[in-house]
């Protein structure tokens, strides 16, 4: 038994699409709608939100259809087809609206005042805080006189914004700011900025309405084909080498997010604020649709799934006779280690989406590191280098033990991941490449737990479970951090605290699941995991 690297390297093509647009999603989604469009943080993450919420109903029902499904291309390919093409179209049209936002943004003072801020020493009373708040008073005291704000809006910047600044100021005596005191700041006048903006999309809203719809668009089609792709690779490959097989998966999803990474730096639109998202909005539609051509070309679904039966013949790991047993439920302490594998994928999104769904706004703003792609760049490439390894060490000590070593590593990480500051900037860069080899180990055996406990016929709707409990999470928690944000403790230091109690959490869940591990062991030596049949 020896799984086919090059049949799977071709079934990932189509995670590579899932991830290179979840990828580019996240990264500049979330930056728009703050620093273009002046939403809060929990505005911002019910937008984030927005695909997951989708996803919440659509994932198990686009699972359950696709296992019903009987097309000459197979059961997952047709969906696949439609959900790309129309994602692609809608992801580059994104770039109409971004444009006409972005030149709205040029003609007021918020580029100015960011300007001004980014080649400013801010650490400095004398060299740029002094001044502030003299300017925004000027700013709000003008536009409240105009009416372009009302009293309660200035009231807020008075109470939310100045006296905090103040306070900050009037506590320090020397010439300097110490780092704390500086993340505070900065974070204030983020927020200053934002509703700036903000303040712009209510003069007009149809294109903020224009954008949205586009995005859901895009969003609805993604949730057509992404439960179909995934369950693609247990379709077509034996419950042993599943662990194996989604190694390579996410190392396809992995390449993807950082060719998404590289190309938003090639393009110079990492760590900015208010540049045209134009460049990235195409080409990533376009990577989408020839991605798509190459899958198609090599794929052939029926042919590998009817393979892939005639293997289980040969290994007899054909489908045992619990189900017919047990009128196609799971026993008891199946179905109760099915729910706490579940409740584990729910914590471990909880706290790592939030991380990925705010690091591109956390990184430049509080500790003002110039390109929020590089720490994304070395957890993917840290990811890369581990996912195979994971997949071959998750086999001989078991998906469990493993997935155990990932959560306490993520938990390390996000925890330090709180202490850094703009001084110590450079230890993300080491938190981000263990926090990717942390990541690798979780995905690489979580998925194929919830599928070892599927049958054949419903890969698809134990596929939806997962991806429920995922979305679930992905839901709630950028609105719940948001919260946390912006009106519980009212700063952005707040983030990797929670993603670490939450990640720190589904220690416990998984600790006490039974069930998950392959049935069958596979006896083969270290060097023969490598020995991979490209002919």
Request: aromatic share 12%; hydrophobic share 50%; net charge neutral.
């Amino acid at each position: 038994m020896k799984l086919d690297y090059k049949k799977t390297f071709y079934v990932g093509l189509a995670f590579f699409i899932i991830t290179i647009f979840w990828q580019t999603y996240d990264n500049i989604i979330a930056k728009i709608m703050i620093d273009k469009f002046g939403l809060n943080q929990t505005a911002s993450g019910v937008v984030m939100a927005l695909d997951n919420m989708l996803a919440l109903f659509m994932l198990p029902l686009f699972g359950a259809l696709s296992d019903r499904t009987n097309h000459k291309r197979g059961r997952r390919t047709p969906y696949i087809i439609v959900g790309t093409v129309v994602a692609a179209f809608a992801f580059m049209g994104l770039s109409l609206m971004d444009n006409i936002q972005t030149k709205r943004i040029e003609q007021t003072e918020i580029i100015g005042l960011y300007t001004e801020y980014r080649e400013s020493d801010v650490r400095r009373l004398e060299t740029f805080w002094d001044g502030l708040l003299v300017d925004m008073r000027a700013e709000r005291q003008a536009k409240l006189t105009s009416g372009a704000i009302n009293q309660a809006t200035f009231d807020k910047w008075e109470n939310q914004t100045e006296s905090k600044i103040l306070a900050i100021l009037n506590d320090n005596a020397g010439p300097e700011l110490d780092v704390g005191d500086l993340a505070f700041l900065n974070d204030y006048y983020q927020t200053y900025l934002s509703q700036l903006a903000w303040e712009e999309t209510v003069k007009s809203p149809v294109n903020f309405v224009i954008f949205i719809t586009t995005l859901l668009i895009a969003l609805v089609a993604m949730s057509v084909f992404r439960s179909p792709a995934v369950s693609l690779m247990p379709d077509v490959t034996l419950k042993p080498l599943r662990s194996k097989a989604n190694a390579i998966i996410n190392l396809m999803g992995a390449a993807a997010g950082t060719t998404s990474l590289i190309l938003l730096t090639v393009l110079g639109l990492d760590g900015k604020s208010y540049v045209h998202y134009t460049a990235a909005f195409v080409a990533v539609g376009a990577i989408m649709l020839i991605v798509l051509i190459i899958f198609l070309w090599k794929v052939k679904e029926p042919k590998l799934v009817a393979l892939n039966q005639e293997e289980m013949k040969q290994f007899d790991l054909t489908e045992d006779e619990e189900e017919e047993e047990t009128g196609g439920h799971l026993s008891k302490d199946k179905r109760l280690s099915l729910i706490l594998i579940l409740a584990s994928v729910f914590l471990w999104f909880m706290g790592y989406n939030a991380v990925i769904s705010k690091v591109s706004d956390y990184v430049p703003h509080v500790l003002r590191i110039s390109s929020f792609t590089m720490p994304l760049l070395v957890a993917n490439v840290t990811a890369i280098i581990a996912f195979i390894p994971i997949g071959i060490i998750s086999t001989k000590i078991g998906r469990k033990k493993s997935i155990l070593i990932g959560v306490v590593l993520l938990t390390i990480c996000f925890g330090s991941a709180a202490f850094v500051n703009e001084n110590t900037g450079w230890i993300m860069y080491i938190v981000f490449g263990l926090t990717g080899i942390g990541w690798a180990t979780i995905n690489v055996n979580s998925y194929p737990m919830v599928v070892e406990l599927a049958k054949g016929s419903n890969v698809g709707r134990y596929t939806g479970y997962y991806y429920t409990f995922s979305m679930a999470a992905q839901i709630l928690t950028p609105i719940l951090s948001g919260i946390f944000m912006d009106y519980v403790f009212k700063t952005r230091l707040v983030l990797f605290p929670y993603a670490a109690i939450f990640v720190g959490l589904s220690f416990i869940t998984m600790f006490f699941t039974k069930h998950g591990d392959a049935e069958f062991v596979e006896r083969k030596g270290l060097l023969e995991s490598f020995d991979v049949d490209m002919d």
